[in-house]
């Protein structure tokens, strides 16, 4: 996989509860912006590689439910995880 484990730690230390916990939903989410940032640099290089692309609409779609999750049970996590990733609503 394009990510090593010492990468996937520092991103659930970073935006997860702790580092071992890569369960969280914050954690999901900044996983899933990572991947979706490398599939759409890949994408801008690779324009017919139409596997890649379908993933890529299955991971915002993964990343969106994580999210409207989220928003449901504590707003204020959503809106603090939305600023410090820089995502658009």
Do not use: C
Not at 11 to 35: D, V
Not at 44 to 65: A, P, T, W, Y
């Amino acid at each position: 996989m394009y990510l090593s484990k010492k990468a996937k730690e520092e991103i659930f230390s970073k935006y997860g509860k702790k580092k071992e916990n890569t369960g969280s939903t914050e954690g999901q989410i900044a996983l899933f912006s990572n991947r979706i940032n490398h599939l759409s640099n890949h994408l801008k290089k690779n324009i017919k590689d139409f596997n890649s692309e379908r993933s890529l609409v299955k991971l915002v779609g993964k990343r969106r439910s994580f999210l409207d999750y989220l928003k449901s049970k504590d707003i204020l996590r959503y809106r603090a995880i939305v600023k410090e990733l820089g995502l658009r609503k």
